[in-house]
């Protein structure tokens, strides 16, 4: 085993699709390269249109290729919360090794046991979360190899989704000549890392607030307990913006980025700015107060619906509070807004890694980490890259890291053909 582990995650999302090349070494994550571009063809989560979409996933794929001269072949993918169902599952099975001493067998045996229950034909098993395993009734453990027992059981989490949904998804990756090396749920990805483990331990409310919806995961007793879909998200500021100042979506959103603020008292009264308006050669002037209240009022809908949500899963306190992330969240005003509407604790995570320290790319890099952690625990580090050799060239993981960092740009890579990703996908 390598001591650096290479992994590329995809993160397909109603605004932006994300790639993310990133080197696993000890623990560390060293991002070595970024896609990011505006995705087409998905609408609230769900793929409208596979072309469109396809397009979108090459174009980021190829941005990230370009920056470590390198082809990338497969891919750690996210699958967005909607319609997801999590069930409790309970696996049972007899020790197999004559000195009764529990394996990587058992352990494999225990989990696929859990997953021998009735799934409806419309739905699809994404993963499967151990809550504790228990040998000959001793329970709590978090692992149980190396112990000796007759009896291993395990409860856990199943984590199912629409079969259609997820094999749209799927459909897109494989057209885009993208293997899959895994798949995740993307907010128990992100959630795992963006938590910290009090707030995991305690009960704590993850809001991931995307372009056209935003996921309300709880996490609880250190698992995620429950997840839904709210189908409001900062896309539906840039479209306020557009109606109302009478301008394009394109410079509305251009608006919401240089001089979006999300509360009104603290938004500033002073600057004016110009905008152009649909139709006409005249250019309109406002003040960020004057925006910051169109923006506070569809931020200030949105709260209450995740404060909504959350009493409809049953959540009636929030010891650990609120977590934010997602591209909204490093506007201005964004933390009072949120503080002032839910009544609790708040705060913004963003990643804290060169290149991506910004909230949207929180979903990326947890895909990586989780990934990474999955297959350290269950041993199965792959011995095959995700990334290929351009002819003539060799990956060196120090250089592309300095090359990142310095941001120059690599000659583009050339697609390889994909393999199925249709039959067995989850393991």
């Known amino acids: 085993m390598s001591q650096s582990e290479l992994y590329v995650s995809l993160d397909i ?22 896609g990011n571009v505006q995705s087409a063809g998905i609408r609230k989560g769900t793929i409208i249109d596979i072309d469109a979409t396809v397009q979108s996933i090459k174009k ?29 599952v309970k696996g049972v099975v007899a020790v197999n090794s004559e000195n009764r001493e529990i394996t990587d067998d058992d352990l494999d045996r225990v989990m696929k046991s859990a997953q021998v229950m009735s799934v409806p034909p419309d739905r699809e098993i994404v993963n499967i979360i151990p809550k ?36 749209n998804i799927l459909r897109c990756v494989e057209r885009a000549g993208l293997n899959i090396r895994e798949i995740y749920l993307q907010p128990l990805a992100a959630g795992t890392f963006a938590l910290t483990e009090d707030e995991k331990d305690h009960g704590t409310a993850y809001i991931d607030i995307g372009g056209g919806s935003t996921t309300v995961s709880v996490f609880a007793e250190n698992r995620l307990m429950s997840t839904s879909v709210i189908p409001v998200g900062g896309d539906h ?22 001089y979006g603020h999300a509360f009104y008292d603290d938004a500033s009264d002073d600057e004016l700015f110009e905008v152009p308006v649909i139709g006409a050669d005249s250019k309109d002037q406002y003040s960020q107060r004057y925006i910051s209240e169109i923006i506070g ?73 989780y990934a990474h952690m999955q297959e350290e625990y269950f041993g ?24 990142f960092e310095k941001n120059t740009v690599k000659k583009p890579g050339i697609f390889s053909k994909a393999k199925n990703v249709f039959d067995n996908f989850f393991e």
């Open 13 to 34: 999302g109603s605004s932006s699709i994300k790639v993310l090349v990133g080197e696993v070494d000890g623990g560390s994550l060293h991002v070595v390269g970024v």
């Open 60 to 88: 980021a794929v190829e941005q990230a290729e370009r920056m470590i001269g390198m082809k990338i072949n497969e891919v750690v993918l996210g699958i967005p919360a909607n319609g997801v169902l999590l069930q409790d």
């Open 132 to 167: 504790q395993f228990i040998v000959d009734d001793y329970g709590e453990i978090t692992d149980p190899r190396g112990m000796i027992g007759v009896r291993l059981e395990m409860d856990g989490t199943l984590i199912t989704t629409s079969k259609t949904l997820v094999h």
């Open 237 to 258: 500021i840039t479209k306020d913006l557009s109606i109302i100042l009478k301008t394009p979506t394109e410079q509305a959103r251009k608006i919401k980025h240089q």
């Open 297 to 369: 009022v569809r931020l200030e809908e949105l709260f209450d619906l995740v404060l909504e949500e959350l009493f409809q899963m049953g959540v009636r306190d929030l010891p650990g509070g609120v977590v934010l992330t997602g591209g909204i969240t490093k506007m201005d005003g964004i933390l009072q807004l949120a503080r002032h509407v839910m009544k609790t604790r708040v705060r913004v995570h963003t990643p804290e890694y060169i290149g991506v320290r910004e909230p949207m790319y929180t979903t990326s890099v947890g895909l990586i980490r």
């Open 380 to 403: 199965k580090l792959s011995d095959a890259s995700p990334v290929l050799a351009i002819e003539g060239t060799e990956y060196n993981t120090s250089t592309k890291k300095k090359a």
